[in-house]
């Protein structure tokens, strides 16, 4: 017999019963049940019940193993009674009788039960995250991710991409992001920097002549953390393809996650049609270019309605250039209760209020305060048809604009009795972040997100540049490699009108692709680095080997990223994407278990010629 195991934790069945057996693994719970003791004994297949009796040899010493030891037990198969079968597990129809046991790892008093669903500070769980890891959500979880990075690899295979590894260990390259840089030994002075992400020496294996590139690639970026996304590393499916078009991406990525998040979505429905929406639209209607198009509420531009009108906070701010009002509509949303949570949603964001109206059948208390009579004869009038029932608008704004424009908003937005609107105005950069969590917490509060689906939407149509508003400096908004719409020609106008065929994809509120056509013209992409203040040398010193490359018959080509993480994160139905990554850093980029970042030692840094300065 093995050293260790005949089967797994798992295996064992009815058709076992008899059988000598040798299982190993951790002792997930010891149950006393009058002198018989029972353990469930886990490995990473499964759960089987084994139990001990005074009969027993091993009697004395199964007494003391505890919670979270790994043993070896050797013992018989046997049928359980049929009112204590297990159905709940695949080994449920049987127990093993110990007849010999090993202790292979005793464990000390723990700092986190495995067995259960207790909650713990994260602090704790990271710090002993081998503990976390043996728990069953989490095991669940790295297998999804897993079984999703394999199913990933397959389809990129089926769609005739070759994986390639790009070097870990390079040069310092403008990503968005900050490099994580690493000293070089053999020149002082110098430094590497860990990929942000293989950009550049993807576009150069197109240029090499490979034409459909993948890699479930390390990517390092030195980023300030939050729920959906790692401070220090994080995995993606990078791809590219020479000779393609930006629809010829779309086609090629999307029957790949089309297909994992059908083959692991929990039987959630996926969509099947991917909207295209221009940056600018995602913007105005749902206040973020990753919109969680499962919620179906649209924000609409209302200016016209306050302009002039005798709410004098929005018609004054309408006179300033560039300022907008937007409307969020609220279906359902209708009652005062709900709309103060709401203004209280924003004085939680830092605004005074959010102006709102909502819409109700007509009250004999609002007629009472409109005529200037009695209550009763209000209720009268109502009852009698002299004054006309129906609708009305209620709540500060529709005061303050008068019912002809209430009516006019209410129209335009396609509302009725029982809901409701709220406004935001401003620039529309400065509000528009709030007005899409707003809608976000509308659309959930109100039960109209769908939560039993994956709904995706492409992004396009990304400026390329934007304007500092203090200095008036035009800098790149988005990725300064993309293919300007309308190639050198569009670099002859105004650069804020300027278009990149840039792309992202958003599924349930999250980025989950991004990606572009290249430019892989070196004259256009000189031009374009020159009208955000780049020189030619710099962009050669920069780039130099991809800039060099270009000039050697480069191909049309272009490609995307999809995040590994946050798609595992949403299959998992996690809010946080340490769940799904084994051993990610805490909110403060440390990894308390292994006690990183430390203190180099002083021959070391000496080696490299590098000296710590203390900070004050």
């Known amino acids: 017999m093995h050293a260790y195991r005949s089967h797994t934790c798992a295996d064992l069945d009815k058709s076992n019963v008899g059988d000598k057996v040798r299982l190993s693994g951790w002792v997930h719970r010891v149950r006393d049940h009058g002198g018989i003791l029972f353990i469930d004994l886990r490995d990473h297949y499964g759960m089987t019940q084994v139990l001990c009796d005074p009969d027993s040899a091993a009697f004395a010493d199964v007494e003391k193993v505890r919670s979270e030891w790994c043993i070896r037990i050797d013992g018989e198969v046997k049928a359980r009674a049929d009112d204590l079968v297990n159905s709940k597990i695949p080994t449920g129809e049987i127990e093993v009788f110990v007849r010999e046991i090993e202790v292979l790892g005793a464990s000390k008093e723990l700092p986190l039960q495995v067995f259960g669903d207790q909650e713990y500070p994260e602090e704790t769980r990271l710090r002993y995250r081998y503990l976390d890891l043996r728990r069953e959500k989490m095991q669940n979880n790295m297998i999804l991710r897993s ?12 769609q005739n991409f070759k994986e390639f590894q790009t070097p870990i260990i390079t040069a310092s390259s403008p990503e968005g992001a900050r490099d994580f840089l690493v000293p070089s030994r053999l020149h002082p002075g110098k430094f590497y920097a860990l ?23 390390p990517c390092f970026r030195d980023e300030d953390p939050r729920a959906d996304r790692s401070p220090t590393d994080f995995y993606q499916l990078d791809l590219e393809m020479s000779f393609v078009e930006q629809q010829d991406v779309f086609d090629t990525i999307q029957p790949v996650l089309t297909g994992i998040f059908e083959e692991f979505g929990g039987g959630k429905a996926v969509d099947q049609e991917w909207p295209q929406i221009s940056y600018k639209d995602a913007a105005l209607w749902y206040g973020s270019d990753k919109p969680d198009l499962r919620n179906p509420i ?30 969020i509509p609220a279906p359902t949303g209708g009652s005062r209760k709900f709309c103060d949570r709401m203004n209280a949603f924003a004085q939680k964001e830092g605004l005074p209020g959010m102006g709102y109206i909502f819409w109700r059948e007509k009250t004999a208390d609002s007629v009472a305060q409109e005529l200037g009579i009695p209550v009763k004869e209000a209720q009268a009038k109502l009852k009698s048809g002299e004054v006309e ?19 006019a908003i209410r129209q335009q937005l396609g509302l009725t009795v029982g809901d409701a609107a709220f406004f935001l105005g401003g620039k529309p950069k400065a509000f528009e972040g709030v007005a899409g969590r707003a809608r976000n917490v509308i659309g959930s509060e109100l039960g109209l997100t769908d939560e039993n689906r994956f709904a995706f939407a492409w992004i396009v149509d990304f400026p390329i540049y934007e304007k500092d508003e203090e200095s008036g400096k035009i800098d790149f908004e988005h990725n300064p490699f ?35 056509i290249r430019n892989h013209k070196p004259e256009i992409m000189f031009k374009a680095f020159e009208i955000a203040g780049y020189g030619k040398d710099e962009v050669e010193k920069r780039f130099g080997g991809m800039v060099n490359a270009f000039q050697y018959g ?8 999809a995040g590994i993480d946050r798609i595992v994160m949403l299959l998992a139905e996690e809010a946080n994407i340490r769940e799904v990554i084994l051993f990610p850093m805490n909110q403060r980029a440390e990894d308390l278990m292994m006690n990183a970042p430390n203190d180099p030692m002083p021959d070391q840094l000496m080696e490299l010629g590098l000296r710590v300065i203390p900070q004050d």
Request: net charge negative; hydrophobic share 40%.
């Open 389 to 407: 029932g129906g609708m009305e608008a209620a709540g500060p704004l529709a005061k303050n604009i008068g019912p002809e424009r209430t009516e």
């Open 147 to 158: 079984d999703v990075v394999s199913s990933i690899r397959k389809r990129m295979w089926d």
């Open 195 to 217: 990929p942000q992400a293989p950009q550049q020496f993807k576009q150069l294996l197109m240029v090499s002549g490979f034409d459909k590139y993948f890699q479930i690639a």
């Open 298 to 327: 649209k924000m609409q531009v209302v200016s016209e309605h306050f302009a002039g009108s005798g709410f004098a906070i929005f018609a004054k701010l309408l006179e300033q250039e560039g300022t907008q009002i937007r409307a």
């Open 482 to 516: 993309s293919m300007p719409q309308g190639g050198m020609d569009a670099l002859m106008g105004d650069p804020l009108e300027v278009l990149g065929y840039q792309y992202d994809l958003a599924c349930n509120g999250y980025e989950l692709v991004s990606g572009a």
């Open 554 to 561: 480069a191909p049309p080509h272009g490609g995307c990223a």
